[in-house]
Each structure stands twice: as structure tokens, then as C-alpha cells.
């Protein structure tokens, strides 16, 4: 499965709306390319999202986890993008930001940064600066309440953890489980806490009749040592385009519907999960917008190919790469660290990290190579992208690509970019001027 960007704002705006981010106004900026705690911006209330267009069909909808798309608009405490204004009925403890290294106050640095470091019940603070040992636990119960409240109804829960984005922490009940370090006890708790979800369905007697997406949503911050995961064979990291910033594998679970033990090697992508859901809930997507995603229905159920003939793949509002077919065009490529500098640089105590760092972030960069002709990959053969095609043996390939992207950009209407500004004045804060509680 693929994203259509690499960092968690723009891809959670995607599965929302089912549609590019730049159809809706959401482009980034060349220093920012998520929403901060400090900024104004967030999800435009007018944009229909899944939860929305599922709460018309009779479910009822539920939050739980990290949100990443604003919390406030006016001052500190107005929560104007929270989820609860976003089709949610139910919002328990959640994460309007995100969780970085900035809130480890035992393993990188003596304290949590509080104007960074918060949790939220629905709209209200509950923390700050946040404790994060037992989140996925507080997620996991949460997310069975919701469950247990809506057994004789439809729902829609999303439930999103925090896990394995930095910082890392466990529970005790998972610390020290794993041999591969605090990275490994991650994987172990995550793995925990979607078995208690999955067990909780089964014995609810609603497993049948509930399907359950697992995925993620970017590849690995390598730069992170130890702590960043692995991309395997595949190429680059968090914030490219290679492969290994933007594709990631996807469970779809369905007792009695879809067979166990299948493997799909389809090309899809997070935008399809709103149509699909929409057509799953007998309704019809929106007619008066334009819909990336596609209903991958069939593909779930009976194996057929891809809807998708080319993925566009942007770095803000630049065009970096597509996947059509077996083919994968750079158009643009981001540097990536070689072992021997992440060596030198960040992780020189035996992959311990000492820095916080993306090695080649923004889109406009001395880091970023433009190809002309673009770089061509076959990536069901080379998914690690090591051998690139010559160009003047894939012309046919590239005059349809380029036509195809010439009728993308002739039809794609960049909508006036949202407001997202930066004050301190919209900073979450529980008790001013402390910021504690």
C-alpha cells in the first residue's frame, strides 16, 4: 500500500478525505509539512471526512490515538480542529499533535517540553506535559468501551498509536520483552494491543461482521539509529519518495469474508479506504469533489487487480514521482545518509541516537536532485531501486507517463491553501501561564 506523502499530517488528511491534500487547500509550507502545536492551521471543517459521510449511513464514529490535524484555531484552549468537529461521536484520549522526542524525559533529555507534550480527552487537556508509559493501554481501553457501547450497531473506529513514531515508550508489562531494544518492545506492545481489539470483536460476537484495516503510515526515520525500524531491501526513509518513505505494508481483516493466509501484491493506496468503506456501508461517495481513492472492494474480496493505473506522488505541491504499472518515475529524489555518516553524526554509541534529525527534509533543497530525464525504476523487479532503466529504452513508458501527468496537472485545481500560521497563542496550554497539570 502506498501514501500519497510521507509525514503524518498530509497522510492522515488523505485517508480522511479519500483525496489529494492539495485539492483541499492543505500544501505545506517550504519549512513546515505538518501541523505544529504552535499553529493556527488544521482540517477545514467544510471538508467531508469518512467519519462524516459513515455517520449519514447510521454509524456511529469514534477517535482514539494520535490526531495530527490541529488542535486550535483562535486562542489556547478553542480545540476549533479537534476531531469532535470532524464527524466523531465519540473522542476519548487522544494526541492533537503527535509524540516526539521532545517528551522522552528519560532517555534523551532530563525533561518533557510541555508547549510539545500533551493528551487530551476529547477537548480537554488532561496532561501536560504528557506521561506516556501507559498510552497504548489507555488507547486500548478506550477503543473497548467504544466497542462495547456500539455491539448491536454499526461503527467506525479509528484508533491510531503513537507507536513506533519517536520517542518511544513502553508499559513495564513490555519493557525488556524484546532483544532488538526499546524499538523491539514497541513492536511487542503494538502487537498486544491489536490482539486485545481483535479478541475483544471475537468475543463480542462481532468479529464477522467487522473489517479491520491495519497500516502504516510512512516508512522509517533511519537517522534515528536503533530507534528509526528498517526498511529492509527497500530504498530511502521518512520523507522521500523512495520506496522506503512511502510504502508500507497493509493487513485487511475479515473473518468468514476475506480468506487468511492471502497475500496481494496489488499497488494501493490509503486514499482508496474511504470509497471502499463508503460502498461497504451501501452508500455513495460524494458527487461534488473529485475522489483520488478508489473503491478497492473487489480486490479485497475476490483478488482482482488494481483500480489504480498511476499513483501521483507530491512533495508539498511539487510533483516528485508516480508509480504506474511495474514502473516507478522520479521526477525529483531526496539525499539519503549513507550508514558510515549516520555513524559519525547520530548514532555512535552502538546505535544509540543523539539527534533528532531529518538528513534531507524540505522539498525546495540542496539535498533534492531533479532528474531530467526522470529516473526510472521497474520496482516489481528492483523494489530496492538500485538499477535505474535507461531512458532512451523506456521511452513509451515515459510518453505515457508525461501524458498521464500532463492530464493530471491539466485538471487538478489547487484550492486556496488553508490558513496556518504561527502563534504562540494557540499553543495547548491547561493552566496559563503554566502549562501543567
Known sequence: MYWVQYHTSIVYFVLFLGRLPYRSGVLGTADRRVYVAYGNGGLPREKITIAEALKDLGYSTGMVGKWHLGTNRFHFQDGYHLPTHHGFDYVATILPYTNVWECDSERHQTSALRRKCFLYYNTTIVQQPSKLENLTDTLVQDSKAFIYNNVDKPFFLYLAFSHTHVNLVTSARHTGSSRRGIYGDSVNEIAWAVDEILQTLKSEGISENTLVFFISDNGPQIELC???????????????????????????????????????????????????????????????????????????????????????????????????????????????????????????DGGFPTKNYFHCFYCESECVTEHNPPLVYNVEKDPGEKFPLLPYQQEEVLDEVMRAVSNHKANFKVTQQSSDFCTRNVNPCCNPPYCFC
Open 226 to 348: 536503533e530507534e528509526a525500524g528498517s526498511t529492509g531491501m527497500l530504498k530511502g526513509m521518512k520523507a522521500s519518495t523512495w520506496e522506503g518513505g512511502i510504502r508500507v505494508p497493509a493487513i485487511a481483516w475479515w473473518p468468514g469474508t476475506i480468506s487468511a493466509g492471502q497475500v496481494n501484491q496489488e499497488v494501493l493506496s490509503t486514499m482508496d479506504i474511504f470509497p471502499t468503506a463508503i460502498a461497504l456501508a451501501g452508500g455513495v461517495p460524494p458527487q461534488d469533489r473529485i475522489l483520488d481513492g478508489k473503491n478497492i472492494k473487489s480486490v479485497l474480496l475476490n483478488n482482482d487487480p488494481s483500480p489504480h493505473e498511476i499513483l501521483y506522488f507530491y512533495c508539498n505541491d511539487r510533483l516528485a514521482a508516480v508509480r504506474y504499472g511495474p514502473f516507478k518515475v522520479h521526477f525529483i529524489t531526496h539525499a539519503i545518509p549513507t550508514d558510515e555518516f549516520m555513524q559519525n553524526f547520530s548514532c555512535r
